[in-house]
């Protein structure tokens, strides 16, 4: 239908790039690439705002790389020019993005016959962008692709015009000033969308939290219930901020994976000045709930997230530092758990999650490595791991797999066992299960059929569900 409906094929088709031909804007791209190299531009970014938007737009996007084809572009407009370029009609880009990446979009989408951009200190948007068009190819001589209001102006000298938005009021307006043709409909940020960016699956592993309450047998009172089910969402809160942190310094990586790529950031699905806002939203609550839980709970709390935040910034890149450091944020939720109950935290209980969150920080690490393909030599992406380490991580987490045993079943001997169960040497047998769960979990993984995170992995396994099942009721005949 759309083909009948393009006549002339000497008029140009002129189509805007940001939010238009693709789904997301050059301009925040830079703006987090630039931050992913130093937190710091922040300052000169709002030096380089006072002296307009082009110039912090030329300033921003000439200090970084953004790859082109990894761009989320709208697969149908794109489609339709491919198609109209096949006929041989000009395709020109036209946009508000400096023209040095403009010409980059070009290159990787080979269609254009002529592109422009801003230059200088003139913002080709608006009336700008019009001015250039007329004088390259005459008032209602061209037909125009836009997004938004600053489009109308420009709608209103073409002569025919196409929009790319969900806004109704939009489309109205576009019709009242031009022919409009079509409108490409832009998939909305739905609650969905929200859930999924934040990622609220993972709060499930700030259950950690209540490992003190359980361990202790206090699990029943009320006060440090209360306590911790509010440094549960203090954690989920911060931990949400740092995955969105996260996925916008990594949105090149992430658009380069087969699965990541469809994350709400990568893929276009959230805006990233939403993603800014929300992630700044999280962490602000986070900090503001911890700070009613107490003193000391919040420095654990804004120490988790300047640890997070350092790991997605440069630590996960390192060998080894990055396991560790996972390891560290997992025993952090425990220690807040800890410090938020006021419960006194065992050398015991420190001394097992620490062996067992390592063993399953190699896990996470190994499966990666399981999924790159290639020769020998080739680096997991964004890592600085070999494919052929993967032998030695797997080695060296089983091992700290099975010291967490060994740290669990000297508890069991320990004095400190005595005065919170009646019968602890029916214990035991928890060693023999969590050697068996330990043993599983790195046979899945083995197998390349371990997703990204072992403990999410855990809580959807029959397998682990029975396991800790059968833990619980060792426990439950012991007290």
Same mark, same amino acid.
């Not at 996260?246 to 990586?253: K, V």
């Not at 709970?297 to 996972?326: C, E, G, N, P, W």
């Not at 855990?458 to 005949?477: C, E, M, N, Q, R």
């Given at each position: 239908?759309?083909?009948?409906?393009?006549?002339?094929?000497?008029?140009?088709?002129?189509?805007?790039?940001?939010?238009?031909?693709?789904?997301?804007?050059?301009?925040?791209?830079?703006?987090?690439?630039?931050?992913?190299?130093?937190? %710091?531009?922040?300052?000169?970014?709002?030096?380089?705002?006072?002296? *307009?938007?082009?110039?912090?737009?030329?300033?921003? %996007? *000439?200090?970084?790389?953004?790859?082109?084809?990894?761009?989320?572009?709208?697969?149908?407009?794109?489609?339709?020019?491919?198609?109209?370029?096949?006929?041989?009609?000009?395709i020109?880009?036209? @946009?508000?993005? /400096?023209?040095?990446?403009?010409?980059?979009?070009?290159?990787?989408?080979?269609?254009?016959?002529?592109?422009?951009?801003?230059?200088?200190?003139?913002?080709?948007?608006?009336?700008?962008?019009?001015?250039?068009?007329?004088? $390259?190819?005459g008032?209602?001589?061209?037909?125009?692709?836009?997004?938004?209001?600053?489009?109308?102006?420009?709608?209103?000298?073409?002569?025919?015009?196409?929009?790319?938005?969900?806004?109704?009021?939009?489309?109205?307006?576009?019709?009242?000033?031009?022919?409009?043709?079509?409108?490409?409909?832009q998939?909305?940020?739905?609650?969905?969308?929200?859930?999924?960016?934040?990622?609220?699956?993972?709060?499930?592993?700030?259950?950690?939290?209540?490992?003190?309450?359980?361990?202790?047998? @206090?699990?029943?009172?009320?006060? /440090?219930?209360?306590?911790?089910?509010?440094?549960?969402?203090? #954690?989920?809160?911060?931990?949400?901020?740092?995955?969105?942190?996260?996925?916008?310094?990594?949105?090149?990586s992430?658009?380069?994976?087969?699965?990541?790529?469809?994350?709400?950031?990568?893929?276009?699905?959230?805006?990233?000045?939403?993603?800014?806002?929300?992630?700044?939203? %999280?962490?602000?609550?986070?900090?503001?709930l911890?700070s009613?839980l107490?003193?000391?709970?919040?420095?654990?709390?804004?120490?988790? #997230?300047?640890?997070?935040?350092?790991?997605?910034m440069?630590?996960?890149?390192? &060998?080894?530092?990055?396991?560790?450091?996972?390891?560290?944020?997992?025993?952090?939720?425990?220690?807040?758990?800890?410090? &938020?109950?006021?419960?006194?935290?065992?050398?015991?209980?420190?001394?097992f999650?620490?062996?067992?969150?390592?063993?399953?920080? #190699?896990?996470?690490?190994?499966?990666?490595?399981?999924?790159?393909?290639?020769?020998?030599?080739?680096?997991?992406?964004?890592?600085?791991?070999?494919?052929?380490?993967i032998?030695?991580?797997?080695?060296?987490?089983?091992?700290?797999?099975?010291?967490?045993?060994?740290v669990?079943?000297?508890?069991?001997?320990?004095?400190?066992?005595?005065?919170?169960?009646?019968?602890? $040497?029916?214990?035991?047998?928890?060693?023999?299960?969590?050697?068996?769960?330990?043993?599983?979990?790195w046979?899945?993984?083995?197998?390349?059929?371990?997703?990204?995170?072992?403990?999410i992995?855990?809580?959807?396994?029959?397998?682990?569900?029975?396991?800790?099942?059968?833990?619980?009721?060792?426990?439950?005949?012991?007290?």
């Amino acid at each position: 239908m759309m083909q009948d409906q393009l006549t002339g094929r000497d008029c140009p088709l002129v189509v805007d790039l940001d939010g238009t031909l693709i789904n997301t804007d050059l301009l925040f791209e830079g703006f987090v690439l630039l931050l992913r190299k130093n937190p %710091l531009y922040i300052f000169p970014c709002l030096l380089w705002l006072t002296k *307009g938007k082009a110039y912090l737009k030329n300033k921003i %996007l *000439g200090k970084v790389t953004i790859p082109a084809k990894l761009l989320p572009y709208n697969t149908e407009l794109l489609e339709f020019l491919n198609e109209e370029h096949k006929k041989g009609r000009k395709i020109v880009l036209a @946009t508000a993005s /400096p023209i040095a990446n403009a010409i980059d979009v070009a290159k990787a989408q080979p269609i254009f016959g002529e592109v422009y951009g801003t230059t200088g200190d003139v913002n080709l948007k608006g009336k700008n962008k019009l001015n250039l068009l007329i004088e $390259k190819f005459g008032k209602s001589n061209f037909d125009y692709i836009g997004d938004n209001r600053a489009d109308l102006v420009i709608f209103a000298s073409a002569r025919h015009s196409y929009l790319v938005s969900s806004s109704g009021s939009l489309a109205n307006s576009a019709k009242k000033v031009s022919d409009l043709k079509h409108t490409w409909k832009q998939k909305k940020t739905t609650p969905k969308v929200y859930i999924k960016s934040i990622r609220a699956y993972q709060w499930i592993k700030n259950i950690l939290i209540f490992v003190p309450l359980i361990t202790s047998h @206090t699990i029943s009172a009320v006060n /440090p219930l209360m306590q911790a089910i509010g440094g549960f969402f203090a #954690f989920s809160f911060v931990a949400s901020a740092g995955y969105l942190i996260n996925d916008l310094f990594d949105l090149n990586s992430d658009r380069a994976h087969p699965r990541k790529r469809f994350r709400p950031l990568a893929s276009g699905r959230m805006s990233i000045l939403t993603g800014i806002i929300l992630a700044f939203v %999280l962490l602000a609550g986070g900090i503001t709930l911890a700070s009613f839980l107490g003193i000391y709970f919040l420095a654990v709390l804004i120490f988790y #997230f300047i640890t997070s935040f350092s790991y997605s910034m440069f630590l996960k890149k390192i &060998v080894l530092y990055d396991v560790f450091i996972l390891a560290l944020l997992y025993s952090t939720r425990v220690i807040g758990g800890g410090v &938020v109950t006021d419960i006194p935290l065992s050398f015991w209980l420190i001394a097992f999650s620490t062996f067992l969150f390592l063993s399953l920080a #190699f896990v996470k690490r190994y499966s990666e490595l399981m999924h790159v393909n290639g020769d020998a030599g080739l680096k997991s992406r964004g890592r600085d791991y070999l494919v052929t380490d993967i032998s030695l991580l797997q080695v060296m987490g089983i091992a700290s797999g099975f010291l967490s045993i060994i740290v669990f079943s000297l508890y069991i001997n320990s004095p400190e066992v005595v005065l919170l169960y009646s019968r602890p $040497k029916i214990l035991w047998a928890i060693s023999f299960l969590f050697l068996f769960w330990i043993s599983h979990i790195w046979l899945i993984t083995t197998r390349g059929k371990m997703t990204d995170d072992p403990i999410i992995f855990a809580l959807k396994d029959v397998t682990s569900y029975f396991i800790f099942l059968l833990i619980g009721l060792i426990v439950f005949i012991s007290v």
